[in-house]
């Protein structure tokens, strides 16, 4: 019976053996004793076999064969509406176990026609004129506008009630796809910082190893040049000093040019320096973008915070951040967090605390296993319970 209210459930059920009890211990007078024996005996059965077919339409997931089964016990109440002439408080609850059993059942539209249908047959059907050779009493006007009331009003608060569940249903639905979109966006968000950062990386050194290259380049070129010439040297000393003198002044006018190419080299990778990455600027951007995302209130306190320029250790501190965050809004459902910032003297501890749910019987998963292997080659260490009276706190330390 998972996916079906438990509340419309148990009252088709109590108001079903209520009619089963009714007709057990109502009373016939010595008259018709005989025929009442028999008459309630065949409406209990009746009313199991409409009990039993709605446990059955419960277990089938096809919309048209519950219809079907719906129709049915229908027509089995139609049965027992038959001998009777005025409504029983039994035939009441029958009726009523049926509409609202119709519209746990089917969708809202065809519950409403097949509980018109049910009304309808209790009201307008034909009672029989006798039973069992015991006649029926004529039907009463004032049986039919009772009819018509209860069933009526029975109908009209089952699908007003129906529908409101309904819609709480889509308000949760639509707010569980809201939540997870969120939350996509926020690891969305948090993936595209870790790349931007690590391209700007990628950047500075493809820039350095291209002007290794040209350094390589000219001064490798050059230098073999300057090694043939002076061999070259050696053979002219004796024998061509103008050829001598030309290949001395060819070395060192290629040694001046190498000379100012090699600086103009090295001007250029002075000026390339690895981006000083400003810390608490980084953080706070994570958080102010984690606030519009989720709508999650951030408490951000640097506190005694130094200057963080070790770049392994600014990377496992704005990590621990972005999980933390991450954790409090996807398993705390937290509506507050803190993240905080404090230097010893020979490390900086980093805390992030919500006041989500809380889990009491917290175990480490993937991610702390895999905060504590960003701290551990730092010398670092990392810790990460359930705080009593809820919420979740992620606690940090590493050397700087």
Not at 180 to 196: K, R, W
Not at 327 to 356: C, E, K, M, P
Request: charged content about 20%; overall charge negative; hydrophobic content about 45%.
């Amino acid at each position: 019976m998972n996916g079906f209210p438990r509340g419309p459930l148990v009252t088709v059920l109590f108001l079903y053996l209520t009619a089963i009890v009714l007709y057990q211990i109502a009373p016939a007078d010595t008259v018709t004793q005989e025929f009442w024996e028999v008459w309630s005996t065949q409406v209990t059965a009746l009313l199991l076999v409409s009990l039993i077919a709605g446990a059955v339409a419960l277990r089938i997931r096809t919309g048209p064969i519950r219809a079907t089964i719906v129709g049915a016990q229908i027509a089995i109440f139609a049965l027992g509406v038959y001998g009777e002439a005025a409504f029983s408080i039994a035939l009441f609850a029958w009726g009523a176990a049926l509409i609202v059993q119709t519209f746990v059942l089917v969708s809202y539209r065809t519950a409403i026609v097949l509980s018109t249908v049910m009304i309808a047959t209790a009201i307008f059907l034909p009672r029989a004129d006798t039973v069992w050779n015991v006649a029926v009493a004529d039907r009463q006007a004032v049986d039919i506008v009772a009819g018509l009331t209860f069933f009526g009003l029975v109908l009209y608060l089952t699908a007003t009630s129906t529908a409101s569940m309904r819609r709480a249903e889509e308000y949760l639905q639509s707010r569980e796809q809201l939540r997870d979109s969120l939350l996509q966006l926020t690891t969305a968000n948090v993936g595209f910082q870790n790349y931007a950062v690590a391209a700007e990386k990628r950047g500075t050194e493809e820039e350095r190893q291209r002007i290794t290259r040209e350094i390589h380049d000219t001064v490798g070129y050059t230098l073999t040049n300057i090694i043939m010439m002076t061999k070259a040297s050696e053979e002219l000393i004796d024998r061509d000093h103008q050829t001598l003198r030309n290949l001395l002044g060819e070395a060192r006018g290629q040694c001046q040019d190498a000379l100012v190419e090699t600086r103009r080299t090295l001007r250029q990778l002075r000026s390339i320096q690895t981006p000083e990455v400003d810390f608490p600027n980084q953080v706070w951007k994570t958080v102010h973008t984690f606030e519009i995302a989720t709508g999650i209130d951030v408490q951000l306190e640097f506190r005694n915070l130094p200057p963080v320029r070790n770049t392994d250790v600014r990377s496992v501190l704005h990590r621990t951040v972005q999980e933390g965050l991450t954790n409090a809004f996807r398993h705390g459902q937290a509506t507050h967090v803190a993240v905080l910032f404090w230097y010893d003297g020979t490390g900086i501890s980093v805390i992030v605390r919500d006041n989500g749910v809380g889990n009491p019987s917290f175990h480490e998963d993937i991610g702390i296993h895999g905060m504590r292997e960003r701290f551990a080659p730092l010398g670092g260490v990392v810790h990460a319970e359930s705080l009593a009276g809820g919420g979740f706190e992620v606690r940090g330390w590493v050397p700087n």
